[in-house]
């Protein structure tokens, strides 16, 4: 952020959390307290016969790699309703019988992911304006290494180590690896190591 949005002044003062991640930025004329919200995607793993669908990406970020289709959640927008347009728009596909299969906190970009689960209708698809191909991928054919990003290499790894698992996983889990301190008191939640 360069400028207040309020007053229009540049004398901003900015608010880490110590890891040189921006939390706020205050401006030091008016005294406006403008947050840095995380953006909230949803993407969709949309199974059919037991493969799942992926988009070839035609933009940035990682043009020409694989993804699950999805994007931002717009204003007033149901996050279901976000994965299920992301997967008409990018994929030419509807997903049936959505549900919250995993939630992705992404602090190193600002972002937060919720990724559902349904089943592709009819085994339906094409690629669409945002991607170059869509294809259907058994667990075995996974494109491990042309994925676009850390987030559907994340719920791909999930879905394909943990699906048929009987126990219970967490639906939520924050995408940072930091060393756990020597000594940790009181309880731990998983994800935040």
Same mark, same amino acid.
């Given at each position: 952020?360069?400028?207040? %949005?309020?007053?229009? %002044?540049a004398?901003? $003062?900015?608010?880490?959390?110590?890891?040189?991640?921006?939390?706020?930025f #205050?401006?030091?004329?008016?005294g406006?307290?403008?947050?840095?919200?995380?953006?909230?995607?949803?993407?969709?793993?949309?199974?059919?016969?037991?493969?799942?669908?992926?988009?070839?990406? $035609?933009?940035?970020?990682?043009?020409?790699?694989?993804?699950?289709?999805?994007?931002?959640? !717009?204003?007033?927008?149901?996050?279901q309703? /976000?994965?299920?347009?992301?997967? +008409? =728009?990018?994929?030419?596909?509807?997903?049936?019988?959505? $549900?919250?299969? +995993?939630?992705?906190?992404?602090?190193?970009?600002?972002?937060?992911?919720?990724?559902?689960?349904?089943?592709? &209708?009819?085994g339906?698809?094409?690629?669409?304006? !945002?991607?170059?191909?869509?294809?259907?991928?058994?667990? &075995? #054919?996974?494109?491990?290494?042309?994925?676009? %990003?850390e987030?559907?290499? $994340?719920?791909?790894?999930?879905? /394909?180590? +943990?699906?048929?698992?009987?126990?219970? /996983?967490?639906?939520?889990?924050?995408?940072?690896?930091? =060393?756990?301190?020597?000594?940790? =008191?009181?309880?731990?939640? +998983?994800?935040?190591?």
């Amino acid at each position: 952020m360069k400028y207040c %949005s309020d007053c229009g %002044s540049a004398e901003l $003062a900015a608010t880490d959390d110590g890891r040189g991640n921006v939390r706020r930025f #205050d401006c030091r004329r008016c005294g406006a307290r403008h947050s840095c919200n995380p953006r909230l995607l949803a993407c969709c793993i949309a199974e059919w016969s037991g493969q799942v669908l992926l988009c070839r990406r $035609a933009g940035e970020p990682g043009p020409g790699l694989w993804a699950l289709p999805g994007g931002y959640v !717009e204003a007033c927008e149901p996050v279901q309703a /976000a994965a299920a347009r992301g997967a +008409r =728009q990018q994929a030419g596909a509807v997903v049936d019988d959505l $549900a919250l299969f +995993r939630v992705y906190n992404l602090p190193k970009c600002n972002e937060v992911i919720a990724v559902f689960r349904g089943q592709l &209708r009819d085994g339906r698809f094409n690629a669409g304006g !945002e991607a170059r191909a869509a294809t259907l991928f058994p667990k &075995r #054919d996974l494109p491990w290494e042309q994925l676009a %990003s850390e987030s559907s290499r $994340a719920a791909l790894h999930d879905y /394909a180590t +943990r699906r048929w698992q009987a126990t219970y /996983a967490s639906p939520v889990e924050d995408l940072v690896w930091l =060393q756990p301190p020597a000594r940790l =008191q009181g309880p731990t939640l +998983r994800g935040l190591r």
